[in-house]
């Protein structure tokens, strides 16, 4: 997946005019583009660790740091929103020679894989939406607390009481690596620039309007831990109203960390889901 001493660093390559960080794995022609996050001092190792592997047995996965985030460039005359973050993605498969793509998208994620799905609908294969945004929703205490972290010990203590249902996840020593990771030169600057009070207004921002997402014609999977407190149930029952095409499975004792609390349940879903055959 990563050769570096930092197994978060992979590859770099300029998609739309940004150096984008990516992790790659496995081979072929059937590719599975990865979206992270917007969790402070997210990286796409951190979101998608325990993911990449199992699907790398039977697709070209590639997972890469949205611009802003992680270990990808941080321009100074960046405007950071779904559209730039949309705009990186398609570069990023034009620059890797990849024509068509399914999409995995973790709540901030989702909502930029959805842009993308109603955009270049021609060059997604299959959607998954797990904790998704993307529609309108009144903004949770959670997500507050996550987008209004400012950078200390006991406050990532807090954001991961709210990822998390599992308290055996949440922990001191997941803290202090969260922590350290999320004061890395750059990172906390470009975080605390994007979503600054009130914060109700970037939920908005990251829609997109719900007269497109009906179009999308795409066999689409979406996941919702019950117990989220960061992103509703309610905005993946909606997703599953609006996409004719879309299947919606609820993992029950799981927050906001589909992917690490149900971990087994979640690679087992996603390989049976991308595995299937498209109908004629």
């Known amino acids: 997946m990563t050769t570096t001493a930092k197994p978060e660093i992979g590859k770099t390559i300029v998609a739309n005019g940004i150096e984008t960080n990516y992790l790659e794995d496995g081979s072929g022609d059937d590719y599975v583009l990865l979206i992270h996050g917007s969790g402070p001092g997210v990286t796409s ?3 998608w660790r325990l993911v990449i592997p199992a699907l790398a047995t039977k697709f070209h996965v590639v997972a890469p740091d949205m611009v802003g985030f992680g270990f ?3 321009p100074k005359d960046v405007q950071y929103n779904v559209q730039t973050w949309a705009d990186q993605t398609v570069g990023l498969m034009d620059a890797l020679g990849i024509e068509k793509t399914s999409l995995v998208g973790n709540s901030f994620g989702g909502a930029i894989a959805l842009r993308i799905a109603t955009q270049h609908p021609d060059r997604i294969n299959k959607l998954v939406l797990m904790g998704s945004m993307g529609v309108p929703f009144p903004i949770t205490e959670g997500l507050e607390r996550v987008w209004g972290y400012e950078a200390s010990f006991e406050n990532m203590r807090k954001v991961l009481d709210v990822f998390a249902y599992s308290r055996e996840l949440v922990n001191d020593e997941l803290a202090k690596v969260r922590y350290e990771g999320s004061i890395q030169p750059g990172f906390q600057e ?3 620039s994007m979503f600054p009070a009130p914060r109700q207004r970037w939920v908005e921002a990251m829609c997109t309007p719900e007269e497109d997402i009906r179009q999308l014609p795409h066999r689409t999977l979406i996941i919702h831990g019950r117990e989220d407190k960061v ?4 905005t993946s029952l909606r997703l599953e109203e609006l996409i004719d095409n879309a299947d919606l499975s609820v993992y029950s004792h799981c927050g906001h960390w589909s992917m690490i609390e ?3 349940d979640f690679n087992r879903g996603l390989l049976e889901f991308l595995s299937e055959s498209q109908p004629a």
């Open 190 to 192: 470009s975080f605390s």
């Open 72 to 74: 990808s460039e941080r």
């Open 45 to 47: 190792y951190a979101n």
């Open 231 to 234: 992103i509703p149930l309610q």
């Open 262 to 264: 149900r971990n087994a």
